[in-house]
């Protein structure tokens, strides 16, 4: 049974117009696990690892594994593990998994990086490959003055598949001595697939629709060096499964920031399912163009954006979740916020950057808890000449659901279709229940240009945008958590499949909106970890604690 909290009775208990002063609680996930997954790329062969013998449980092992493919270095004991350091240079390292090595942790000390840059071609540096096993807890080593993050470089994989009964935890120093709380966050920096899949931000030249450029190729956002673009759609970073990340999200200075997971450049080769980043302090996770696909995204305790994309991602995401905080001290945070491009080295923003931003998105459950007057947000910030599709989802908020933004004097975010500008015409919703308590949408003037609150009410009712439902209410949307409402339920669902780009089935079509269809669905539990954001049930730990 899933556990309610305070969002979740206010979900369950009021009729009233979403008037939730002290709206703070949070909720619980479920959502189905059908659907045909591209084939996870082939492993580097693993190496035979030697552990040490069990330890009594409860109690560090005695050495760190050998056999790992490269050493690690023991650097003493915190509480019930022994400490390994990770090489700074990942060649070919297999970290194996908690059954096989219990009582270890690994350390990220500072920047790690998974082989050297291969280029948006793959004709310099050299490959990495970074396995790791069901269970292991990797950490950042909080105690020095570095940035400590993970990289995979392009051309180089991560292999990590944990299992729904014993993911893979990156986490900080504090949360493994037992001191985090469910406030903590920003404790280090994140993780990082960088890939050669087509991005719009060139530090030089131009790319063209289709991403055919060989030299566009950007700067991973917060690593001052580490570049990403290429023209390989199929790229592949390896496999991110059955993974969480806590704690993560470090800002080097605005607009420079680390994310809990950072996408860039990734491409369609690259298997990310099943993954939950709590308690960042920037983004929970941020694509940077590519065409990255996932399903199963949790996000919890985000105080910056839940799902935020941009500068060409042109992917495909189905079964997310964001439960973002309620005391925010982000002043620009939304649950899903959709841009185009920017100019990294004249800080410009072409919006008719190509490939353009299209992120098509289905059965998603979007909740946005903040309640400011102050710095009154909206549940999803749409703006840059960006197209976005989203379809079968719940969004509840006690404040505004929609801000649309247009900076150009042609108002791109919303005008028609344009082949030759790779335009796919305003934002489409189909399919969506909207429980908005303040109003549907909000003004916000940029550059001079506004795009009206009755032009925004114009998305969800002309075509092709159908089925929306935009004056729900709380007690309608959602039910025990995430599961939808009597509102909700009977909005008739909208075929995903039918949005999936040629040649590709990853988008599947449901019976329901949302996340998920209702409390037979368990894929959430066992591989999560419970807050005062969200409670997935007794199989699933606490964050704060292993």
């Not at 289709?210 to 023209?231: H, W």
């Not at 209410?473 to 025990?480: D, G, H, I, M, P």
Request: some cysteine; charged content about 10%.
């Amino acid at each position: 049974m899933v556990s309610i909290n305070r969002l979740s009775l206010v979900l369950l208990t009021s009729c009233a117009a979403l008037s939730l002063a002290a709206c703070d609680g949070a909720s619980s996930v479920a959502s189905p696990g059908e659907g045909a997954f591209p084939p996870a790329p082939a492993p580097t062969p693993t190496p035979t690892v030697s552990p040490t013998p069990t330890p009594t449980p409860g109690t560090p092992a005695a050495s760190c594994p050998t056999g790992t493919g490269q050493a690690l270095t023991d650097v003493g004991t915190i509480g019930a593990y022994r400490i390994c350091r990770l090489p700074t240079l990942v060649s070919n390292l297999t970290l194996p998994s908690k059954a096989a090595a219990p009582g270890v942790a690994y350390e990220i000390n500072g920047r790690v990086d998974v082989g050297t840059d291969r280029g948006s071609q793959g004709l310099i540096g050299s490959a990495g490959s970074l396995t790791i096993g069901a269970g292991a807890v990797l950490f950042a080593n909080t105690t020095n003055a570095d940035n400590d993050f993970l990289i995979v470089n392009r051309g180089s994989t991560i292999n990590a598949q944990g299992t729904a009964t014993a993911p893979i935890i990156f986490t900080a120093q504090q949360n493994l001595a037992g001191t985090t709380t469910d406030e903590s966050q920003g404790l280090w920096g994140g993780v990082i697939l960088a890939g050669r899949s087509p991005v719009a931000n060139c530090i030089a030249g131009a790319n063209d629709a289709a991403g055919t450029s060989t030299t566009c190729e950007s700067v991973v956002e917060g690593t001052g060096n580490a570049l990403y673009g290429g023209n390989a759609p199929g790229d592949t970073s390896g496999v991110f499964q059955y993974v969480q990340i806590r704690y993560s999200g470090t800002v080097i200075s605005p607009n420079n920031e680390l994310q809990g997971l950072t996408l860039a450049g990734v491409g369609t080769g690259t298997t990310i399912d099943h993954v939950q980043v709590h308690n960042s302090s920037d983004d929970g996770i941020e694509v940077f163009g590519g065409t990255a696909q996932a399903r199963h995204l949790v996000i919890t305790g985000a105080d910056d954006d839940g799902f935020d994309f941009d500068v060409g991602w042109r992917g495909l995401v189905q079964f997310l979740i964001t439960a973002q905080k309620p005391g925010l001290t982000t002043t620009d945070t939304y649950s899903l916020e959709i841009d185009s491009s920017f100019a990294p080295a004249t800080g410009a923003n072409p919006e008719d950057a190509l490939p353009r931003t299209f992120g098509r998105i289905a059965n998603a459950t979007l909740i946005q808890t903040n309640t400011s007057t102050s710095n009154p947000l909206a549940a999803i910030r749409l703006r840059g000449s960006a197209d976005l599709t989203l379809v079968n989802s719940i969004l509840f908020t006690p404040g505004n659901c929609l801000v649309t933004e247009a900076g150009t004097a042609d108002r791109g975010t919303i005008r028609a279709a344009n082949a030759a500008l790779q335009d796919q015409g305003p934002p489409r919703f189909n399919s969506i229940y909207f429980a908005c308590g303040t109003a549907l949408s909000r003004e916000n003037a940029v550059n001079g240009q506004t795009i009206t609150n009755a032009e925004q009410a114009a998305l969800f009712t002309d075509a092709p945008s159908t089925g929306n439902v935009t004056n729900g209410t709380a007690a309608n949307a959602l039910t025990n958590g995430f599961y939808p409402g009597t509102g909700a339920a009977a909005v008739t669902p909208f075929n995903a499949s039918t949005l999936n780009p040629s040649g590709s089935a990853f988008l599947i079509n449901t019976a329901y909106i949302g996340a998920v269809s209702g409390p037979t669905d368990t894929w959430f539990q066992g591989w999560t970890c419970n807050s005062n954001r969200a409670t997935f049930g007794t199989t699933s730990g606490n964050c704060t604690a292993f």
